[in-house]
């Protein structure tokens, strides 16, 4: 295991009517004018920001509101709410909706207290102060209520990038599983293909014995694999929901990721399909996985085996593992298609003859150089061959 440092300072609060707590943590965490942020329509349409508003309303802390945050959230609207909390004198931001609209909130809190373009965070530099960040988490999926990440596209050339920090992990995140709920059946399952996924990239690792971090993620993918489809088939299975919603947060804290490398390569890769065709981030790595998994096997077959057995049931060759390996691979496969996730490009509504420029934008773009790193390091054709693996 490798040396780390891990702090995860969220305070969560979790389960049935827990977001009419949301003024008394906002006190707790030194709010006194918050900006409220929020989605498309689902916040409103469900009363859910009704109850917000009142909470803080009760707790006499004043609050301006700025929504609209769509999925893959973009730069425009960060550089409007950094200037709306200068003007407002906002000291506290409180998002209330999915991954997108807490990373468009994660992204205004540092921006705020910036004097330089917010968009250097997303160039590598590592944020290291921001206005607290409280969330009202409405989905299961990303994981950014518990991690120190936010991820924006950058409208002008449609780069879709990362940026880091303590700083920016929330101070309190309120889980209400009954909140999902609402979720149409879609959006659930590519919340459960990311959160498997957040599991995956940090198994491929190249650090050796990491038995413990090992096993919680073998744990949790077992939590998936048997409530994801209970969750399916019946959208208002309140047990179900709640152990995906935590499922969720421990997937991407990192407290099973310490100790050792990870990969993250499918999630770059992805990222060029969510920046450029607008689909769920969840829907294009499911899509995404498979094919990087087949292409990556090789460097470590027996992972990919042990995953195979310990989580898919697979019966081990101990004379051909790369035959356990593929059926892992395969039965992971089968299961995101079950849930009701795409199979290919064309499901996903992407097209062949944009792979030069995803692969150009995901190698070259925004200063990178010819190459992604991760569980292996793949160059430009690689990650063509990868592209091609999907249609
Ligand atoms: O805008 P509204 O109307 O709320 O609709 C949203 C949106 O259309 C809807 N929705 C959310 N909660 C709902 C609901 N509809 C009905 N009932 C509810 N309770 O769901 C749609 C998707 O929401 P979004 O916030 O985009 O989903 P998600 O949480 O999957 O976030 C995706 C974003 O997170 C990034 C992804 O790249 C993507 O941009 N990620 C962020 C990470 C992080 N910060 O740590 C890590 C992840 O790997 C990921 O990259
Ligand atoms: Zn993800």
């Known amino acids: 295991m490798e040396n780390f440092t891990f702090y995860s300072p969220t ?27 929020y989605g498309g329509k689902s916040a409103k349409s469900s009363g859910l ?68 373009d917010f968009w250097d965070f997303y160039s590598g530099k590592p944020i290291e102060e921001a206005l607290p960040v409280g969330t009202i988490l409405t989905i299961a999926a990303a994981g950014s209520e518990g991690s120190p990440d936010s991820v924006i596209t950058k409208e002008e050339g449609m780069f879709k990038r990362g940026a880091s920090g303590n700083a920016i992990r929330p101070r309190f995140s309120i889980l209400n599983p009954a909140l999902t709920q609402t979720l149409p059946a879609y959006q659930s399952a590519a919340g459960i293909t990311d959160i498997m996924a957040h599991l995956y990239e940090r198994y491929l690792t190249n650090t050796k014995e990491v ?17 994801g489809p209970r969750v399916i088939a019946d959208p208002n299975n309140y047990e179900a929901r709640a152990n995906i919603m935590w499922a969720g947060m421990m997937a991407h804290n990192n407290s099973c990721g310490v100790g050792r490398s990870q990969d993250w390569n499918s999630h770059n890769i992805e990222h060029e399909f969510s920046a450029l065709y ?51 691979i395969e039965a992971f496969r089968s299961f995101l298609i079950s849930i009701g996730m795409p199979k290919n490009f ?41 592209y091609r693996m999907m249609l």
């Open 11 to 37: 305070f969560f609060a979790f389960g049935k009517d827990t977001e009419n707590e949301a003024g008394e943590y906002v006190k707790r965490f030194g709010g006194t004018k918050v900006l409220i942020h």
């Open 49 to 116: 920001l009704d109850r917000v508003e009142a909470s803080l309303t009760k707790e006499g802390i004043p609050f301006v509101s700025l929504g609209g945050v769509k999925p893959n959230p973009r730069s425009g609207l960060v550089y409007e709410g950094i200037e709306l909390c200068k003007k407002e004198g906002v000291d506290f931001v409180l998002a209330v909706g999915g991954g997108s609209v807490i990373d468009s909130s994660k992204a205004i809190a540092a921006g705020v207290l910036y004097d330089g």
């Open 211 to 227: 038995e413990v971090t090992d096993r919680l993620i073998e744990a949790l993918l077992l939590t998936m694999k048997h409530e």
């Open 278 to 328: 607008d689909c769920a981030h969840g829907a294009g790595l499911a899509v995404t996985m498979p094919a990087v998994f087949k292409y990556v096997m090789k460097h470590d077959v027996m992972r990919f085996a042990k995953v195979a057995v310990r989580v898919w049931g697979c019966q081990m060759d101990f004379d051909h593992p790369e035959v356990t390996a593929l059926e892992g």
């Open 346 to 386: 064309e499901e996903l509504g992407t097209k062949e003859e944009d792979i030069p420029k995803l692969v150009e934008v995901l190698c070259r773009g925004d200063g990178r150089d010819g190459n992604i790193y991760g569980f292996v390091k793949l160059n430009e054709e690689d990650c063509a061959n990868i």
